[in-house]
């Protein structure tokens, strides 16, 4: 197929794209740094720790909150996410002023230029008005992200007491797309309490609870971020899947996400790129069965079947009045901040609190958990959703409504947790895995103020700019060879014209009465005047 002939040349260019030097920093995943549990590399521009010669950051002790957390986990001491990133670091880089990263070598969201003092606002917009262009590119660049052994970090396939304590790292390369998809399954795993089928269920570091929509927000940046460092392009922004009312999976195309496969649907079509990618730490149940953690290596295909799903859980795609009445809750979060809560605008969103009534604990699965149960594959189990490239269009719609909700109700940042959220949620809670630090209420503010925002909450005349904006450069695509049909047009009809006119000159010249009866008018051609007078004021 031409399309993917293009794709297929055009991520063989950018697999030449040398990636700028950058969930663990691979130069913190050594013997030395975990047994000193410092993780402060060099910045390159001046070869100092975390840039502190130029002024860009410090190595400092690690401060975590010590407020009480909920008691859905009743441990302590037992996993390697408590009070992130104790574990394996105590101090780490603290940057100043704009700049951010590991190693402070970049720049906060928002902010470009190598001073990171040059303030931009990036557009993510909606993935069906993209051009065929724009959707190539899109393709192009999850597929190599898929294909490039990630230069920056490594993950972890053991715990530190397997690592004892750090003499025996246990880490390993993956590429760039599959750092975010351990870093997702490794924040939901569940907790290993020691030995096979010995784990606890009711624990998860990103998702149930209050940091569901911060965590998510910036996981999608850093991976926003990863993208512009490979590619070098750095307008690209993550598009959002509008899914409201949808009647089925509108993206399941080979143009973008890929169809279903015609021998089998619970794979994807061979037309499209993604159906030769491989998943990783895809096997929950394995792992748990085992006592092990995701040890990182490629398993089966993607798998998607999106309609075909338990009816029972999910009826059908969230509407656009399921969005309306979650966006009308004011409160952020209530009760025990679990799945369980009531009335709480994070907890409809997520999918647990019926978005009709607003009562936690549905049995039915709603708006955010609703599409992962609809896609019915990889995406339908948290631990390994992020396998699918739909999960983040559809992460961009779900942070486009917290970003909406954020606008509409302006929440103090009181109405964020300090404490007795479940674990890993309170508001001073570095979130788990990043590194660098991130507080769960940094991201409890505006898009705006991390440097972008979406098409769909512009106002009304922009948005129809947005909307046309793929049709226009459609058009500027074809206006050569509009341009060329309408050259050739006029060619053939001066052409036409003179060889009428050359006939018409040899033609001997024929009196009136021999015309009339060569040619007899059958039809007047015209109507007699009082006649067409009286249909125009019938038609009236």
Partial sequence: QPALMWLVIFTGILLNVT????QFPRLCATAAALRTKE?????????????????RGFCQDVEVTDQPDGPQYPFSGLDDREKWPLAFYNRTCQCAGNFMGFNCADCKFGYFGANCNERRESLRRNVLHLSRTERRRLVSYLNLAKQTVSSDYVVATGTLEEMENGSKPMFAEVSVYDVFVWMHYYVSRNALLGGPANVWTNVDFGHWAPAFLPWHRAYLLHWEREIRKLTGDVSFTIPYWDWR????????TDELMGHRSPQDPSFLSPGSVFSSWKTLCSRPDDYNNRGVLCDARQEGPLRRNPGNHNRSLVGSLPTSA???????????DSGAMDRSADM????????FGDPQTGLGNSSRMGMHAAVHVFMN??????????????????????????????RRHRPSPSQYPDSDAPIGHNG??????????????????????????????LDANQRLVESLRPYLEELQDLWPWLLLTGVCGGIVSVATAA????????????????????????????????EDNKNYQTAI
């Avoid at 990636?19 to 950058?22: E, F, K, L, T, Y």
């Avoid at 993780?39 to 002024?55: L, Q, V």
């Avoid at 060889?499 to 007699?528: H, I, S």
Wanted: glycine share 6%.
């Fill in 322 to 332: 399921d969005v309306e009445f979650t966006l009308s809750l004011s409160e952020y």
């Fill in 19 to 22: 990636p700028s030097h950058q």
């Fill in 39 to 55: 993780c402060c590399p060099p910045w390159d521009g001046d070869g100092s720790p975390c840039g502190a010669s130029s002024g």
């Fill in 499 to 530: 060889a009428l006119l050359m006939a018409k000159r040899r033609l001997p010249r024929l009196p009136a009465e021999t015309w009339k009866a060569v040619l007899p008018e059958r039809l007047p051609l015209l109507w007699d005047r009082d």
């Fill in 344 to 351: 709480s605008f994070r907890n409809t969103l997520e999918g």
């Fill in 245 to 252: 009312d949808a009647q089925g999976c509108d993206v399941c």
């Fill in 428 to 457: 001073g809670y570095h979130m788990v895995p990043f590194l660098p630090l991130h507080k769960n209420r940094d991201h409890f503010v505006s898009s705006r103020d991390l440097g972008y925002e979406y098409s769909n909450l």
């Fill in 377 to 406: 594959g990889s995406m339908s189990s948290v631990q390994s959703s992020a396998n699918d490239p739909i999960f983040l269009l559809h992460h961009a719609f779900v942070d486009s409504i917290y970003e909406q909700w954020l």
